[in-house]
Structures are given as structure tokens and as C-alpha cells.
């Protein structure tokens, strides 16, 4: 296994078997010029019949609906014993992206936040991008134990050939 840090653009042709983009990941190219060249990249990178490999958050299970305060709210139990309670708040739902804020509350009165936007790709788009960057789509199943799409656990497990 290679794994090489950075972002698609330094990616080397034709050197791969398969890529997998992991932690949803391919949800986090908002803008459909960045997902596009990403898996433009992508297919540059993998020999003739690589794989990409990813899972994506499915739009129909509306999985952002159970993100507010109340659903998400947790304590985590830190190794040196402090609780740190933490929550999600959504902050804006537009044109299939959401945007979020992530609460994290200290023990010491720290308070800590992390925000970003997600684009919720439906099925359809996730087939016809990948179809344009070149990829064949083998197969996108609704879940991790190979579920029809909206019959699984709210995602989109894609594998595409190149």
C-alpha cells in the first residue's frame, strides 16, 4: 500500500489498482468543479480496470435531520478522565449542501467549535459524475452489508472502474 499526502493534483498517473476515499471524504468537494476534477484526477491515477471505492452520505435518508443539538448531543470521556460534552448544530441546508457547526465544551470553560459544509450528493449525480469523469459504475449499494440504495443504513457505497 502507498499512501501519499497531499491532494489529487499530485497524484501520479496510471500507478494505482484502487483508491478509496474513506469518512466521507468525497462530501466535502461543495463546489461541482472541485468534485470533478478530483475524480478526473482519480482516474488519471488508476491503471486501465482500477477501482475507486467510496462511501457517500445518501440525500433520501435526510441523515442531517438527527445532527441538531438535541439528537447529537454526547459526552466524551477523555484519557486523562475529563468529560467534554459536545454537539452539532445545523447551520444552513442549500441547494443539497448543509453546513455545520460542531460544539465542543470543556471541563477548565473551553469551548471549542468546528464548522464545515457537506454536498449530498442523490444517487443519480453520483453516477453521472463519475460516468463523465470516465468511470464505469459497477456497483452502489444502499449499505455495509451490500443493501439496495434507500433500503440500507443512509449511505452510498459506490465502486466504479476505470
Known amino acids: 500500500m502507498t499512501w501519499i499526502e497531499g491532494t489529487s493534483p499530485d497524484?501520479?498517473?496510471?500507478?494505482?489498482?484502487v483508491a478509496?476515499?474513506?469518512?466521507?471524504?468525497?462530501?466535502?468537494?461543495?463546489?461541482y468543479s472541485e468534485w470533478e476534477r478530483t475524480l478526473?484526477?482519480?482516474?488519471?491515477t488508476l491503471v486501465f480496470g482500477g477501482r475507486l471505492?467510496?462511501?457517500?452520505r445518501d440525500p433520501e435518508d435526510r441523515g442531517w435531520e438527527k445532527w441538531n443539538?438535541?439528537?447529537s448531543?454526547?459526552?466524551?470521556?477523555l484519557p486523562d478522565g475529563r468529560v467534554v460534552e459536545a454537539w452539532t448544530e445545523v447551520t444552513d441546508i442549500r441547494d443539497g449542501a448543509v453546513s455545520f457547526a460542531i460544539h465542543y465544551e470543556f471541563p477548565d470553560g473551553e469551548a471549542l467549535l468546528?464548522?464545515?459544509?457537506?454536498?449530498?450528493?442523490?444517487?443519480?449525480?453520483?453516477?453521472?459524475?463519475?460516468?463523465?469523469?470516465?468511470?464505469?459504475?459497477?456497483q452502489i449499494y444502499g449499505?455495509?452489508?451490500?443493501?439496495?440504495?434507500?433500503?440500507g443504513d443512509g449511505k452510498l457505497l459506490v465502486i466504479a472502474r476505470a
Open 11 to 17: 497524484l501520479p498517473d496510471a500507478s494505482f489498482d
Open 69 to 71: 443539538a438535541e439528537d
Open 143 to 151: 449499505g455495509w452489508n451490500r443493501e439496495n440504495v434507500g433500503a
Open 53 to 56: 471505492v467510496f462511501e457517500t
Open 40 to 44: 478526473a484526477d482519480l482516474k488519471r
Open 73 to 77: 448531543f454526547r459526552r466524551i470521556t
Open 20 to 31: 478509496v476515499m474513506t469518512s466521507h471524504v468525497a462530501q466535502f468537494f461543495v463546489q
Open 114 to 138: 468546528s464548522t464545515a459544509t457537506l454536498r449530498f450528493r442523490p444517487e443519480d449525480h453520483v453516477r453521472t459524475f463519475l460516468e463523465h469523469a470516465g468511470f464505469v459504475v459497477e
